[in-house]
């Protein structure tokens, strides 16, 4: 049965991303650093095929049709209309011909084909949402690479700046809050997990992969048979 508190968070954020769409882009220069990290660690080769999860304003897309090349593809969604409007006047303006973008929620997402690769960067709101989280890695291939990049509390003695990191969040996301392990429900269903704060502590850069498809069990003779 669908959380009724997810449909609330979605409304609650395309809300607040209607008011921060026009000046989005001019203040998202202190996290520049760590979107090219994220997606430098996807490791993208030539041709292969990666979703922008909550694509925003288009800001990740040059850097990854850059890593894909002409022969790969890039997906990108929002559910803000606001954010995707500029995200589309950016594809018109770079006309990038292997980029495809949607208007949608991510537990509504469909795609033509499963992708190589994964990027959430600062999509806290999906990051709390299982059925979100669940049918984004649904659209990904076996073994497909992920990197999440996003906002959390500081640790230790900087905890006491944590009331501030609240109201950062606060002001983009539908559900602020659950800023101790943003991470703690999509790691679970990942393999080789790595995490790394930046920030000082306030940020954090993760990577994984979806599990691999089990092959025969060489003991089970009737696969043999």
Known sequence: MPDPRDAWRRSRSIAK????AVDYDRTSGPTWPIRVR???ALQLRPGDQVLDVGCGTGLSLGLLVEAVGPGGKVFGFDQSPDMLERSRARLA??????????LTSAEDLTLPGPVDALL????HDILRSQPAIERVLA????????????IKYFPGLLCILNPWVYLKNHGYNGAPG???S???RIAPLLVDWTFTQTQWGMGYIATGRLPPVAGPDPTDMTAQS
């Open 17 to 20: 991303y209607r008011r921060r």
């Open 38 to 40: 994220a997606i430098d």
């Open 93 to 102: 303006q770079a006309d990038w011909p292997n980029v495809h973008l949607s």
């Open 120 to 123: 959430f960067h600062y999509t």
């Open 139 to 150: 659209l990904a291939k076996p073994g497909a690479r992920v990197a999440i990049a996003g």
């Open 178 to 180: 659950e800023l101790k």
């Open 182 to 184: 943003p991470w703690d």
